[in-house]
C-alpha cells in the first residue's frame, strides 16, 4: 500500500499496525493544527531570519518537503529560482506582480494534491478501470481487518475499526456526486482531499465536530476545544499556549458567546472564508523583496531574496524546470 497520500480509514490502519493500539491512543501533549488555512498576520511575523523563512518553505510546502531546501547549495538554488521567474510572470512584461506569484502558488499547490492521488491511485484502482469503486477502497484499506476480525480483539481496536469504516463511507458518498458508488479521479481527489472542494465543506466539518465532541451534545465547549489539542496532566499547570487558546476561545472561536461552538462557528474556524493562504503567502513575498516599493518583482528582486522563495512551491526544488510550461 502506498504512503504518499493514505485514505483516512488506511491512515488509521497504518497507525495500528506501525504504533500499536497503546501509542494511537495516547493524547497529543503539543499543540494539534486543525485550521485548514492557517490565520496569519502580515503585520505580526519576526524579522526575517531563517526561522520566518522557514515559515514561507514551509506554507508552501508542508514542513517535511521543506526539509529537502537544507539539500540544495545556494548555487543550485539561485539557478532552480531564477529559471522559474519567468514561468511565474505570465504576462511576460519582466515583472512579477502579487497577483501571478498568488495565481501560481495556487496552481502548484492544485498540482501537488492530483500528483499525490496519482501516485496512490493504483492501489485502489483495483480492476484497472480508471475508477475507484467503494468496495475496491474498502478492500484495499479495511480488507485485512474484515478477512483477520481475532487480530483485533482489543475492544477499543473494534470500535476504532466500527466507527471509521462507515465514515469512510459517508465521506465517500458525499465525494461521489452521481451517487454511483464509483469515484472518478476528480471524485476520488475530493475524498481524500475534502477540504479543497467547496462541495465537501459540511463534511469536513461534521468529522472535525465527531472528533472534538467528547460528550456528545452536537457542540464543542471550551474544555473539549482545549483537550484536542493538548494532554492535560493531573495538577499540573497549562503552558502559556493553552491560556492563549483559551482567551482565543472566547473572543474568536464561540461568536455567539454561548460557551460552545457549532457547526456554523466550527466552519469559521476551520475553513475562515475571509482568508486567502496563497494571496497572504504572495503578498508576504512581494513586500519583504520589493526593493524599490513599485508593488511588483524583478527577477533581480527575487534573486537577491532568493533564500525567502526558494523551497516554496514557487519553485517546487527545480521539478518545475523539467516540465513543459503547457504542463503547468
Known sequence: MALGCPGPGLLLLLLLLLLGPEQLRAKPTVRKERVVRPDSELGERPAEDNQSFQYDHEAFLGKEE?????????????????????????????????????????????????ENVAKVWKDYDRNKDDKISWEEYKQATYGYYLG???????????????????????????????????????EFTAFLHPEEFEHMRDIVVLETLEDIDKNGDGFVDQDEYVADMFAHEENGPEPDWVVNEREQFEDFRDLNKDGKMDKEEIQHWILPQDYDHAQAEARHLVYESDQDKDQKLTKEEILENWNMFVGSQATNYGEDLTKNHDEL
Do not use: C
Open 148 to 186: 483477520n476480525p481475532e487480530e483485533f480483539q482489543d475492544g477499543s481496536d473494534k470500535h476504532t475499526f466500527k466507527k471509521m469504516l462507515p465514515r469512510d463511507e459517508r465521506r465517500f458518498n458525499m465525494a461521489d456526486q452521481d451517487g454511483d458508488k464509483v469515484a472518478t479521479r476528480e
Open 66 to 114: 521543506a526539509k529537502t531546501f537544507d539539500q540544495l547549495t545556494p548555487e543550485e538554488s539561485k539557478e532552480r529560482l531564477g529559471k522559474i521567474v519567468g514561468r511565474i510572470d505570465s504576462d511576460g512584461d519582466g515583472f512579477v506582480t502579487t497577483e501571478e506569484l498568488k495565481t501560481w502558488i495556487k496552481r502548484v499547490q492544485k498540482r501537488y494534491i492530483y
